[in-house]
Nanobody, 119 residues
């Protein structure tokens, strides 16, 4: 199994910054891509950003230019630097790790971290 634990959420004013961290432990070799997703009240979970093991990143249009995803493979961590935060960024942010070993696919989620942006 793989365990993912998020940290770094909180309350911030619009225009401010937060940095989320995700620590992975367990059978790490099952994970290739790490990502961040978010779910606002009454809405579906949506992709924020993903990053492959080689460092190739992908972002949702709504966060491009404001958020930066990174990872430290040696420490089994991923990060989401969030700048110029807006009230519409308020959501529970989930860390995700997924990969494939042979024919087996794996998909893991953290417990979520609340991010609240006040106007």
């Amino acid at each position: 199994q793989v365990q993912l634990v998020e940290s770094g959420g909180g309350l911030v004013q619009a225009g401010g910054s937060l940095r989320l961290s995700c620590a992975a432990s367990g059978i790490i070799f099952r994970i290739n891509t790490m990502g961040w997703y978010r779910q606002a009240p009454g809405k579906q979970r949506e992709l924020v950003a993903t990053i492959s093991s080689s460092g190739s990143a992908n972002y949702a249009d709504s966060v491009k230019g404001r958020f930066t995803i990174s990872r430290d493979n040696g420490r089994n961590r991923s990060y989401l630097q969030m700048n110029s935060l807006k009230p519409e960024d308020t959501a529970v942010y989930y860390c995700n790790g997924n990969g494939r070993v042979g024919v087996d696919a794996y998909d893991y989620w953290g417990q979520g971290a609340q991010v609240t942006v006040s106007s």
